[in-house]
């Protein structure tokens, strides 16, 4: 009896990149501290004041990499699942991409700040979600090669604005951590669900996700004492969705602070709940997000990420 040889089919790997450097004006801190911001789903219109609350927290503390989960903008001129509604036409995709770029100036003000004057550079990472998807379905559907030079696409913008961009559904390995908006089930490419505890088993690995407007987390210690993080954390908005009706609404929002990671998955970790942001790093006036500055000029040299 004869047997056909058998072999593993090439994988592309992960992308694995460390933090090269911890901020620390004293050498106090020896281990790297991240901070993960969850979905904005900025659109014109709505307030921004938490996306300058979240900088001015991230500028006081001073993470080495902030991570952005993805959704950062809404797009909903893109969106396949209202296309029926009575002001789909009146949408503009113009809009979105711009209320996107105001919502990262806004973000970015104090972290640009900080920078200037301490030395402080993060490195800035999105993992981009569905909702930057749509830009690339909608573009498939209207001949993406006639179009893609006459529009900017949020990869662009957030690669302006000096920001790794991953690919939606592309994990990338940070100190131990996979960052991903949501991950998939092998066989249908539908989010992983269930219980936090079971989804870090299905995973396999300490990982970090978007995408699901709750707060959730689970831990599990391995026979070598290695220990695995999963967290689910995907709402950092302050409007309400009218999708979700009025009980939908009532949801977890903030974001995600880790200090301590070993490289190897864990950490200690502590959520920040937006009330908090708002009441002690808050504007002094209310922030809608609108159009960007065309003067805004807090890229400078010598801002960029790290690689």
Not at 127 to 155: C, F, Q, S
Not at 203 to 214: K, Y
Not at 264 to 284: A, N
Request: with cysteine; proline share 7%; aromatic share 12%.
């Amino acid at each position: 009896m004869s047997y056909v040889h058998w072999a593993p089919r090439p994988t592309k790997q992960w992308q694995h990149r460390n933090t090269t450097m911890m901020w620390s004006p004293t050498d106090a801190r020896k281990t790297p501290r991240h901070i993960f911001v969850p979905d904005w789903q900025a659109r014109r219109g709505v307030r921004g004041d938490h996306l300058y609350a979240a900088g001015r927290y991230c500028a006081k503390k001073k993470p080495d990499v902030i991570i952005l989960a993805g959704d950062m903008g809404d797009f909903p001129s893109c969106s396949d699942w209202d296309r029926k509604k009575w002001d789909f036409g009146t949408r503009s995709y113009d809009h979105d991409i711009r209320a996107l770029e105001h919502a990262l100036q806004i973000f970015l003000t104090p972290i640009v700040a900080e920078t200037e004057k301490t030395g402080w550079v993060p490195r800035i990472i999105i993992t981009l979600g569905n909702h930057e998807n749509r830009v690339d379905r909608a573009l498939e559907r209207t001949d993406m090669h006639k179009w893609i030079d006459a529009i900017e696409t949020p990869t662009e913008v957030y690669s302006r604005y000096g920001i790794e961009v991953f690919p939606f559904l592309e994990p990338v390995m940070v100190d131990g951590i996979a960052y991903c908006h949501y991950f998939p089930q092998p066989l249908t490419g539908r989010p992983i669900g269930g219980m936090m505890s079971t989804m870090l088993k299905t995973v396999g690995f300490s990982f970090s996700m978007g995408h699901v407007q709750t707060l959730d987390m689970a831990s599990r210690t391995l026979a070598n004492g290695q220990v695995h993080r999963g967290l689910k954390a995907g709402a950092f908005y302050m409007h309400d969705e009218d999708f979700k009706g009025p009980q939908g609404n009532l949801h977890w929002r903030g974001i995600y602070q880790k200090n301590e990671l070993d490289g190897f998955g864990d950490y200690s970790g502590m959520d920040i709940h937006m009330t908090y942001l708002l009441r002690e790093h808050g504007p002094d006036k209310a922030l809608f997000i609108r159009d960007p500055d065309p003067e805004w000029t807090g890229v400078v040299t010598p801002w960029s990420p790290l690689a």
